[in-house]
């Protein structure tokens, strides 16, 4: 009977085993409609691969970190990836990088990555950064967790979590974020919210924000 039990229990953790394992592999891109065309189809999920025998060492090779991005804008600060569309040896390897350029009081405005956790090290400079937790099952305010980060800090933000970068110091700054896909995607939130195409109703975001209709669009006017 013992020997019936322990069977029983063996076969039903090798099928609990191949559930759990049997899952699609993670997206590498925000959908991927599918075409029974192979003309028209333009994007994979993820890239498509080069012959292995024409591959060489420049595939696995990119340069020009060491120039200053350019921080002459609105928010004075400036991303340079190096993901698989700049490093093509990156492809299906799940990782990538940023480098994070900041102006005096430079700013990467509160943005989420959908499909990455970054790991974000200050080179130089001293930065405040922060995230904010995803909704509460209780209802709950969302709770910040925040930082001010000098030479050689790291932090880390949680994947599709909103977080920011602000340069808090004089002088220009600058950090390099890992991350854990090859595409990890940037959805900012200023943007996405009142700068799509096509627009989100007015409505929609009067009641959303608790507004004036009028003060929405002049909200939107800017981005």
Do not use: W
Request: proline content about 6%; aromatic content about 10%.
């Amino acid at each position: 009977m013992a020997a019936h039990r322990f069977f029983a229990y063996l076969t039903l953790l090798a099928l609990t085993s191949s559930v759990a394992f049997a899952t699609d592999p993670t997206q590498l891109q925000d959908f991927c409609v599918t075409t029974n065309d192979p003309k028209n189809a333009l994007f994979v999920n993820g890239l498509f691969c080069k012959n292995p025998m024409a591959v060489t060492a420049e595939d696995f090779f990119t340069n020009g970190l060491d120039k200053p991005g350019n921080t002459n804008n609105k928010l004075g600060s400036a991303v340079t990836p190096v993901a698989a569309a700049q490093l093509p040896g990156l492809n299906t390897l799940g990782i990538s990088l940023a480098k994070l350029d900041f102006a005096p009081y430079g700013l990467v405005a509160p943005h989420t990555h959908p499909r990455a956790t970054e790991v974000f090290t200050v080179m130089e400079g001293t930065i405040y950064v922060g995230f904010v937790t995803s909704n509460p099952a209780d209802n709950s305010a969302n709770k910040l967790f925040t930082k001010v980060l000098k030479k050689g800090d790291v932090f880390v933000f949680p994947q599709g979590l909103v977080h920011f970068q602000l340069n808090v110091g004089k002088t220009p700054a600058f950090g390099i974020s890992a991350l854990s896909s090859q595409n990890p995607g940037v959805v900012t939130v200023g943007n996405a919210v009142f700068g799509s195409e096509a627009p989100i109703s007015v409505d929609v975001l009067s009641k959303a924000f608790q507004l004036d209709a009028n003060v929405i669009k002049y909200i939107q006017s800017k981005f």
